[in-house]
């Protein structure tokens, strides 16, 4: 049981709770070692009792803090103590990208553009290294307040859905609005479903909402595994035909349509920019 005040690890002081998900809750702390403020995931009880999430857990958390890019959310520390399961990782002061959606409706054209190249890029390097992110969603962007945008919690969500604790719908309702065709119907999953993902997310950066939506995580998921991903602009019309595509190709059903890599969705990206500021 975490409590404000208490010591983790003989070296972090948790001060204040500063968020929850379905899987874990995020605690604020000072790291008294190096003397730097830093952010705590500690699991929920009902998956640190589960001993085959829990090493996945490790394994994919330890595989993440191997990740260092200027838009990945940096993991300092991973460690267990009476129970206890955490991730350490830097604190970012700024709003969620779910969270400036949410209050403002849709983005820019720039805007959206240049949070997707963020976020791209991130995933090209991550991608390079063999990890896939399985569940991009703005709910795990955040933004800072110069703009950059930063990822987090790779690789995690592979513990979750490889772990036996599939059945806690929780971890899935978050999910399941960005959730790719194969990643739905339980397929192979590679770099393009994060590309699908991504595709999703600039969606909603343009048009204030996601593509699908119902009143189960099933009936959503089976929209993406079978209804196309309308274009932007008939919600918003004043989407260019250039981002248009982009959104179009990343989220195509099969992964062969999709773009091969981040790094080409990021020239996709690049171009569509150019095409804007020509007209």
Known sequence: MIKIGMMIGDRYEILEKIGTGGMSDVYKAKCHKLNRYVAIKVL???????????????????????????????VYDVGEENGIYYIVMEVLEGDTLSDIIRREGHLSEMRAIDIAKQIAQALSSAHKKNIIHRDVKPHNILMSEDGTAKIADFGIAKAVNSGTIVNNTSTVMGSVHYLSPEQARGGYVD??????????????????NVPFDGDNPVSVAMMHMNEAVPPPSRINPSVSPALDKVVLKATAKHQPDRYKSADE???????AENAIVSE
């Open 191 to 208: 770099a393009r479903s994060d590309i699908y993902s991504l595709g999703i997310v600039l969606y909603e950066m343009l048009t204030g």
């Open 44 to 74: 929920k009880q009902e998956f640190s009792e589960n001993a085959n999430f829990v090493s996945k857990f490790r394994i994919e958390a330890q595989a993440a803090a191997g990740l260092m890019h200027p838009n990945i959310v940096n």
């Open 265 to 271: 969705m990021y020239e996709a990206l690049v171009q």
